[in-house]
């Protein structure tokens, strides 16, 4: 059933890094085309996100709490344990205030208070973007109507959940998922073959320590073709771009490119962590990449993502422990003189990619939201 567009308002919880705010951005974007109102609930880390200007949940109502995670020493446990409690209580107070039809949860720790708040009395979807589910996630599952997924096969979920199950896919924002239409670029068997590198934000130290060492290490004629666009931390900055030039190889580097859209439009190969709002870009972009795990992060998350690509011929699993400037080369020689490897890869990851996640979740939210 749909609200009216006077009555439906939407609560999207989520942690304040970008693998849970991005798929919450993408939801946002559809919800309010569809009238909506959209309440966010989120910790500390999201303020300097609201100040970002060009993005939706920067602009909409926010409400900020002190959740915290439960890992670590006892000590530790009964500090996050009183500070989960007392946010329970703020988030009641503002479920009171703003009467959300819905409440959706994109993980972290945020979201643990405010579905726990929620179940019960608001419909409740808890959206895992990863291909295990995190551990706000598998505390909640249990409690939710909805559990959406963005993989077929997702880790964690026990078998008397497994009814609530809906696989809809990663959301992407707009500006990704229009590459969906850019067709995988061309490759000459002697032509330039771009890899953007990409390792977040602040980019990955053992990315910009990698890389070039691996491109040095080609023959001089495959070297040649070689264009490099990446993230690499401020630090290194000068340090890479010295390394590059000394090769002989054309190398665009930045802390953050604010148009990764583009860069990933014309990508042939990408190298990045395998975090889930990596992969999504990939499969709906159609790009295929080797993909290098963060060896720490929670229940070894990325190396289950990058496995999932990997096994559908997507793209290329490397530990970070076997990703040694000798292993990326030998690897980068075999795509510069075997092109159409990649192309093949590149449908692979296209295959894999869910569009209309954005659309779907959000119709799930109008099937599940209780009326006014």
Known sequence: ?????????VVLATGGTGGHIFPAEALAECLLARGYKVHV???RRFEHYMRASNYVLGSIPTHVIDAASMSGSLMVRAKALVKNIIAYRVVRRILSEVRP???VGFGGYPSFPTLFAAAGRIPTIIHEQNSILGKANRML?????VIATSFEQTGGIKLADQPRVQCIGNPVRA????????????MLADGIVHVLVTGGS???AILGDI??????????????????????????????RAEYEAIGVHADLAPFFADIPNRLASAHLVIARAGASTICELTTAGRPAILVPLPSAADDHQKYNAKAIDDMGGGWLMPQNAFTPEALAAKLEYFLTMPHSLAKAAASA??????????????????VARPS
């Not at 059933?1 to 308002?9: A, G, H, K, V």
């Not at 599952?141 to 109507?145: C, E, K, N, Q």
Request: hydrophobic content about 40%.
């Open 1 to 9: 059933m749909t609200l009216s567009s006077q009555s439906r308002t």
């Open 41 to 43: 609930i989120t910790d």
């Open 101 to 103: 039809n819905v409440v």
């Open 141 to 145: 599952a249990s409690r939710v109507d």
């Open 175 to 186: 500006a990704i998922q229009s590459l969906r239409a850019v067709d995988y670029p061309t």
């Open 202 to 204: 602040q980019g990955a």
């Open 211 to 240: 890389v070039p060492k691996a491109v040095a290490l080609l023959p001089a004629p495959l070297r040649k073709r070689v264009r490099i666009d990446q993230q690499v931390r401020a630090e290194q900055l000068e340090g890479l």
């Open 350 to 367: 296209r295959a894999l990619g869910k569009p209309e996640a954005a659309e779907h979740l959000a119709d799930l939210v109008e099937r």
